[in-house]
T-cell receptor, first 118, second 111 residues
Framework: DAEITQSPRHKITETGRQVTLACHQT?????MFWYRQDLGHGLRLIHY???????NKGEVSDGYSVSRSNTEDLPLTLESAASSQTSVYFC?????????????????FGAGSRLTVL | RKEVEQDPGPFNVPEGATVAFNCTYS??????FFWYRQDCRKEPKLLMS???SGNEDGRFTAQLNRASQYISLLTRDSKLSDSATYLC????????????FGRGTSLIVHP
C-alpha cells in the first residue's frame, strides 16, 4: 500500500545544531508540504513543492529549508535549531493531477515528527 | 483577520447529542473545502470533502454557504469515539492551490 513516512518520529537536539526531518511518500504525488503545529496556532505552512526541483516558502519559512531532488522525498532542514522551533512537524502530499475530480486537493499526512530544541 | 476561522471550543456534549461546527473563510475565490479529524498527538485525517450541494456521510453532514463564506459540519448521535479536534481546510484558487487550515474545534463526548 502507498504511504507517507516521516523520520525520526522524535528528536531532541541542542540550540544551534542542524537538524533534518525526512519525509518519504510512495503515492507518486507531485505536491508535498511541510507544516508545523503548535498550541494556539494550528497548522502553519513552512515550505511546499509542486514537483522535482520546485520549492516554495510558506508563511513561517524563516530558519527552514527544503530540497526536492526526486518525487518521493522532501526533507526539511533546520540550519541552526532554535528553541522556538520546538514543535510537531507534519509532512503531507497531494495528487495535483486530480484537480477538478472527486478527491482532488485531498492531503495525506505523515504521522509527524516531534522535535524538541533545548 | 485569519483566512480560516473556527471556534476553538471545546464543545462538551453527551453521547447521542447532535453538535454543529462552523468555519468561516475570508477569500471568496476559495475553491475546495474539507473537514479533517485529528486525534490527540496524531496526524490529521480526512473526514469528508464539502461539496456545493452539501453532502452526507453516515452521521456527518457537511454544508457549504458560498454567499456567507462558511462551511459547517453536523454530527448526529455523537459517540465517545468522536472526541477529537475537527479542522476546517480551505484551498484557495488562483493557481496556487495552497491548503489553509483553521485552528480546529475540539469536541469532547462524555458518557
Amino acid at each position: 500500500d502507498a504511504e507517507i513516512t516521516q523520520s525520526p518520529r522524535h528528536k531532541i537536539t541542542e540550540t544551534g545544531r542542524q537538524v533534518t526531518l525526512a519525509c518519504h511518500q510512495t503515492w507518486n504525488h507531485n505536491n508535498m508540504f511541510w507544516y508545523r503545529q503548535d498550541l494556539g496556532h494550528g497548522l502553519r505552512l513552512i515550505h511546499y513543492s509542486y514537483g522535482v526541483q520546485d520549492t516554495n516558502k510558506g508563511e513561517v519559512s524563516d530558519g527552514y529549508s527544503v530540497s526536492r531532488s526526486n518525487t518521493e522525498d522532501l526533507p526539511l532542514t533546520l540550519e541552526s535549531a532554535a528553541s522556538s522551533q520546538t514543535s510537531v512537524y507534519f509532512c503531507a502530499s497531494r495528487n495535483s493531477d486530480a484537480r477538478g475530480t472527486l478527491g482532488a486537493n485531498v492531503l495525506t499526512f505523515g504521522a509527524g515528527s516531534r522535535l524538541t530544541v533545548l | 483577520r485569519k483566512e480560516v476561522e473556527q471556534d476553538p471550543g471545546p464543545f462538551n456534549v453527551p453521547e447521542g447529542a447532535t453538535v454543529a461546527f462552523n468555519c468561516t473563510y475570508s477569500n471568496s475565490a476559495s475553491q475546495s473545502f474539507f473537514w479533517y479529524r485529528q486525534d490527540c498527538r496524531k496526524e490529521p485525517k480526512l473526514l469528508m470533502s464539502v461539496y456545493s450541494s452539501g453532502n452526507e456521510d453516515g452521521r456527518f453532514t457537511a454544508q457549504l454557504n458560498r454567499a456567507s463564506q462558511y462551511i459547517s459540519l453536523l454530527t448526529r448521535d455523537s459517540k465517545l469515539s468522536d472526541s477529537a479536534t475537527y479542522l476546517c481546510v480551505v484551498t484557495l484558487s488562483g493557481g496556487s492551490y495552497i491548503p489553509t487550515f483553521g485552528r480546529g474545534t475540539s469536541l469532547i463526548v462524555h458518557p
